[in-house]
Structures are given as structure tokens and as C-alpha cells.
């Protein structure tokens, strides 16, 4: 005759992991699809476009041409080995070249302005989040203790 032991199942874990582990597998999927898709993501680093973007907002970036921008879209370019995002006040169509002059939304004067031109444009942000930044920079700066979480909550939830 054999013995029946009870095996208590803690089902509010195995829920939230099972909920964590498609949440990671949704992100996974939406990341690989956007970067096959010409998307970029970029954090903002510097108060320029507060409060529209403050720091640590994760923008979505889509590369089109420079002539498709208009007055107003929030554009990324390269300023040296940096990448900068600010706002299209100004648009100079020269023929075929199209400058473009960008301010941030914190600025108060015109002397602000930064040049844009075909050689430095990135493309322009589709999309923002607010404050994502922070759980990109923890993960970033805490690589090596969350994948080890990820294998034991993996270890844990297939052998159990």
C-alpha cells in the first residue's frame, strides 16, 4: 500500500512568477521586434526637455527622413559622441538640404538653439516613458543579482 503525502503548493508564488516570467517574455519580444523594425530606445540623461521629458525617460525612436519632420516633433541627433533630444522650432528648406534648429523644452532663450542637418539626425521620438530610465539604470548597474534571480526563480519554478 502506498503512502499519499500532501504536498502543499504555494500558489500565490507560482502565480507571480508565472506572471513575471511573461512580462519578461513580452519585453523580450517587443524589444526584438522594434530594433528588427529600424526603433531605438535612448534614455534621457539631462533635464533639457523637463517637464515635457524629465530625466530618465526612455524615448522610442523612428528613423524617417529629415524632410518629413515638422515644426514641433522632438527629434534626436548626434552632438558629438552624444545623442540629444529637443524640439524642432525652426525648419530651413535650402533646396534639397533641410537644417533644422531644435531647442530644449527647458530653455528660455533662443540662443539655445542647436543645428540639425542630414550627417547628425537619428530620427524622431514616437513615443516616451516617463521615468523608465530608473529601472534601466538598477538593472544596468545590477546585472549580475538579477540574472541570478532570474535562473533561481527559473530553477525554482520548473522543479517545483
Sequence with gaps: MEKYIYK???????????I?????????????????????????????MTPTMPVNTV???????????????????KMGESNVTHRVVEINNSGRNTVLYTQGD???NQGSRETVTEDNFVGVVILHFPYLGYLL?????????????????????TYS
Excluded at 59 to 77: A, N, R
Excluded at 137 to 157: H, R
Aim: glycine content about 4%; overall charge positive; some cysteine.
Design 137 to 157: 539604470e538598477l538593472i544596468k548597474d545590477n546585472i549580475i543579482i538579477i540574472t541570478v534571480c532570474i535562473v533561481l526563480a527559473l530553477f525554482i519554478i
Design 59 to 77: 524615448v522610442m525612436i523612428k528613423k524617417i527622413p529629415i524632410s518629413d519632420v515638422e515644426v514641433g516633433d522632438v527629434i534626436t541627433f
Design 20 to 48: 513575471i516570467r511573461n512580462i519578461c517574455l513580452a519585453l523580450l519580444i517587443t524589444l526584438v521586434f522594434s530594433f528588427a523594425f529600424g526603433y531605438k530606445f535612448l534614455n534621457i540623461l539631462t533635464g533639457s
Design 106 to 108: 527647458a530653455a528660455q
Design 8 to 18: 502543499r503548493e504555494n500558489k500565490p508564488l507560482k502565480i507571480s512568477l508565472i
